[in-house]
């Protein structure tokens, strides 16, 4: 094993931002599953990340305990996935997507919903965006993950002043109307907007499809992202894997509405995938996309539009069959073709 300067110094910045915990929560776990020693598993896993500057959350739902150097080669990383979201989604571009209410400009024509900006809005156009509203939704205009995303019940607003006030403090100046999702998705999980990740590729004007997630919240709260449980969707909405969590749980039902998985069929999905392949196109600057997609009765809406489309809800053992590879990396490389060469993997 060759250790060259960019690959310590990559070790070095690691080692000063890794949960120490949680990575040894997740290997000492990956050694029970593997009846290995815990010794062996952890390195294993340092060998990784000299050779491929390899996450431990890469590493476990990769499970590259158990595959070979082919394999490895043909997927995602950390390190080849920064690399390719700097070349495909300059940051330059990527910093104008980082406000959601610019997102909810661009894509206009596939959001149903309708917003204010606080930052533009008096107080009697705000107490007018309310009227006649059960829920409305606050949210940081650059948050993530669900992150700054407040439920607002209006019945329940007492000072329309002080609200407006707070919500300025906390910088989360868009405010959206309730989206009311499809009865076969509310049947899943009624306690949440439950969505569809749609992760696009455009190359020479075609936008190619690399996945598509369905994204189901865990419990009760609001927002889907940290406490959600997913599975792959073929192209026409029939769930083709696991129900999974990030702790490499399956579910065979939702733990609060018992809601059964198996045989899932998303409805609206072609149209899903139509929408979004139109929508990728308005942004060619940002070719590597995650669109989460509500779909309501009259078919998909976007939700957000993510210029860092995380590949590790999909690039998942528990979602894929033995037989199945998870050769992500190769499958951009070929959409790519000739062009792949001007990354420096």
């Known amino acids: 094993m060759v250790i060259t300067m960019s690959k310590l110094k990559y070790f070095i910045n690691r080692i000063k931002n890794i949960q120490f915990k949680r990575m040894n929560e997740v290997l000492n776990r990956e050694a029970k ?3 290995r020693s815990k010794l062996k598993i952890k390195l294993d896993y340092a060998k990784r990340v000299f050779d491929s500057k390899l996450g431990y959350v890469d590493y476990m739902k990769g499970n590259y305990a158990n595959l070979n150097s082919e394999d490895r080669d043909k997927m995602l990383t950390g390190e080849n996935y920064r690399k390719l979201l700097a070349y495909l989604n300059p940051i330059e571009y990527r910093i104008v997507m980082d406000d959601k209410i610019i997102c ?8 149903n919903r309708k917003y204010i900006d606080l930052r533009v809005t008096n107080i009697s156009d705000f107490e007018k965006f309310l009227d006649n509203k059960k829920y409305v939704f606050a ?20 000072d329309i002043n002080k609200l407006c006030k707070q919500l300025i403090k906390n910088r989360q100046y868009l405010i959206e109307e309730e989206i009311i999702q499809h009865e076969e998705l509310n ?25 598509r997630i369905l994204r189901i919240n865990d419990g009760k709260t609001d927002t889907i992202s940290s406490h959600d449980i997913q599975g792959r969707l073929d192209e026409d909405g029939n769930l083709i894997s696991n129900m999974v969590d990030d702790d ?52 998909p809406e976007i939700i957000e539009v993510n210029p860092y489309p995380c ?35």
């Open 104 to 111: 909810n400009r661009i894509f206009r024509d596939f959001i």
């Open 139 to 158: 949210k940081l205009v650059d948050g993530f993950g669900g992150q700054g995303v407040k439920r607002i019940k209006v019945s329940e607003i007492n």
């Open 33 to 35: 599953l593997n009846n």
């Open 187 to 211: 049947k899943i999980n009624k306690y949440a907007v439950n969505n569809i990740r749609i992760v696009t590729i455009l190359k020479d004007n075609n936008v190619h499809i690399l996945e």
């Open 311 to 345: 590949y590790t809800n999909y690039q998942y053992y528990l979602m894929h069959d033995e037989n199945e590879k998870m050769n992500y990396l190769e499958q951009i490389k070929d959409i790519l073709g000739k062009e792949s060469k001007n990354i420096k993997w």
């Open 248 to 299: 490499l749980n399956i579910f065979l039902k939702h733990p609060v509405t018992n809601y059964v998985f198996k045989g899932i069929k998303i409805p609206f999905m072609k149209e899903t995938i139509n929408m979004c392949k139109k929508a990728a196109l308005l942004v060619p600057n940002i070719r590597f996309i995650g669109f989460d997609v509500a779909i309501t009765k009259n078919g």
